[in-house]
């Protein structure tokens, strides 16, 4: 079965980078659409950014023009860079295959906290 193994989180200040590593094994990347999700505290699950093989990113409002998604086929890895944080990105960040709305692989990895705060 797949697996999601997300990392690179921790705490930073209001107006601070990180950036997320997702590493993937069980099933090669390079034919699936790679998305990044985040839970905050008493809020569902949402999709934050996505890009498919083509390279056609997807961004949500909130972090348009701030996070930045990219994937290597070859290393079986996908990233989030995150500039210009804000308090309202704190959240428990995951990665996941995304093959329509709310529709994963159903196996989720422990995520990574990320913590914006002064």
């Known amino acids: 079965q797949v697996q999601f193994v997300e990392s690179g989180g921790g705490l930073v200040q209001p107006g601070g980078s990180l950036r997320l590593s997702c590493t993937v094994s069980g099933s090669r990347i390079s034919n699936n659409v790679m998305a990044w999700y985040r839970q905050a505290p008493g809020k569902q699950r949402e999709l934050v950014a996505s890009?498919?093989?083509?390279?056609?990113?997807y961004y949500a409002d909130a972090v348009k023009g701030r996070f930045s998604i990219s994937r290597d086929n070859s290393k079986n890895i996908a990233y989030l860079q995150m500039n210009s944080l804000k308090p309202e990105d704190t959240a428990v960040y995951y990665c996941?295959?995304?093959?329509?709305?709310?529709?994963?692989?159903?196996?989720w990895g422990q995520g990574t906290q990320v913590t914006v705060s002064s």
């Open positions: 996941n295959y995304h093959y329509g709305p709310g529709v994963t692989s159903g196996y």
């Open positions: 890009i498919p093989s083509n390279r056609l990113m």
